[in-house]
């Protein structure tokens, strides 16, 4: 098969792949504070929404400089966050 130049993309092997659109959408991601301290953590949730679902990925950074990513069950409620520019709550998805 015939692949565009440009979507054609090398693997840490060296095996040639061909990146393929699955869905394409908005996203939202919003990181986490110490309700005591006030100080941010490292972790984040991205919130991916394409025209037919909605995803929850919840990102924790482990010690080897990997993070680990966990899915969380997609429920289409409306969640609000912090906007720290506006100091108060908005909606984001």
């Known amino acids: 098969m015939q692949y565009s130049e440009e979507t054609i993309t090398t693997n840490k092997q060296g095996k040639k792949e061909v990146r ?3 869905e394409m959408g908005q996203y939202v991601k919003y990181t986490y504070l ?10 984040y949730s991205l919130i991916l929404r394409s025209e037919s679902k909605q995803e929850h990925l919840f ?3 482990i010690k080897s400089g990997k993070s680990l990513i966990l899915k ?3 429920d ?4 609000k966050a912090r906007d ?3 100091k108060r709550a908005v909606t984001v998805f």
């Open 34 to 43: 110490d309700l005591k301290t006030g100080k941010e953590t490292s972790k």
């Open 84 to 86: 720290k520019e506006k």
């Open 76 to 79: 289409n409620k409306k969640r």
């Open 20 to 22: 393929v659109l699955q």
């Open 72 to 74: 969380q069950e997609t």
């Open 59 to 61: 990102i924790v950074p």
